[in-house]
Nanobody
């Protein structure tokens, strides 16, 4: 069963924008954090932006001021608005979710139980 389904990736030129979506079929009551990760070829998977069920959002340093995370609770969908895209943003982007008593969203992929299939973002210079 696909608990998380991402969409919205694509190819853009530097300076452009994309909006990623993550549709969750999980019960939101069971989830503490949802996080967008990304992984470029040959690199480790890194957290991009997280939202805690308290409403707190956190961003990686490389995307602060350019990316915005939001959640549509009735639709149970997580969005990542990405503006001023750079070639170094090129990666596969994954949506992940974790239950548990986290005070802050964990940054490590192994702490997430649910994953989407990923959506590719390619930014050309």
């Amino acid at each position: 069963q696909d608990h998380l389904v991402e969409s919205g990736g694509g190819s853009v030129q530097a300076g452009g924008s994309l909006r990623l979506s993550c549709a969750a079929s999980l019960s939101t009551d069971a989830i503490t954090c949802m996080t967008w990760f990304r992984q470029a070829p040959g690199k480790v998977r890194e957290p991009v932006a997280s939202i805690h069920n308290s409403g707190t959002t956190t961003y990686g340093d490389s995307v602060k001021g350019r990316f915005t995370l939001s959640k549509d609770n009735p639709e149970n969908t997580l969005y990542l608005q990405m503006n001023s895209l750079k070639p170094e943003d090129t990666a596969m982007y994954y949506c992940a979710a974790t239950p548990g008593l986290w005070r802050h969203c964990p940054p490590h992929p192994y702490e997430y139980n649910y994953w989407g299939q990923g959506t590719q973002v390619t930014v050309s210079s």
